[in-house]
């Protein structure tokens, strides 16, 4: 069984950053894109960024210039580094990795982490 498990989320006010982690754990063979998305109340889940296993990176829009996506391959491990925070920013966010088990490649997702931005 694979796990995915995220921290790192809390209260922040607008123009902070925060810096999310989420590491995967259990018995596969290696791990290919993995990503975070975020789901407001009442809303979709949307993608936020995404990093392929060569490190090639994507981001929405509405967080270009101000998130960054990297991982530690050597930690099965994701980050999310958030900077100029808004207070639409406001979500909870979900890591998303896609593992590679035998020959086949499975989607996992973390249990959320919130991240709420207000003075």
């Known amino acids: 069984q694979v796990q995915l498990v995220e921290s790192g989320g809390g209260l922040v006010q607008p123009g902070g950053s925060l810096r999310l982690s989420c590491a995967a754990s259990?018995?596969?063979?290696?791990?290919?894109?993995m990503a975070w998305y975020h789901q407001a109340p009442g809303k979709q889940r949307d993608l936020v960024a995404s990093?392929?296993?060569?490190?090639?990176?994507s981001y929405a829009d509405s967080v270009k210039g101000r998130f960054t996506i990297s991982r530690d391959n050597t930690k099965n491990t994701v980050y999310l580094q958030m900077d100029s925070l808004k207070p639409e920013d406001t979500a909870v966010y979900y890591c998303?990795?896609?593992?590679?088990?035998?020959?086949?490649?499975?989607?996992?997702w973390g249990q959320g982490t919130q991240v709420t931005v207000s003075s």
């Open positions: 998303n990795a896609g593992v590679i088990m035998g020959i086949r490649e499975s989607t996992y």
């Open positions: 259990g018995s596969f063979r290696r791990i290919n894109a």
């Open positions: 990093i392929t296993s060569g490190g090639s990176t």
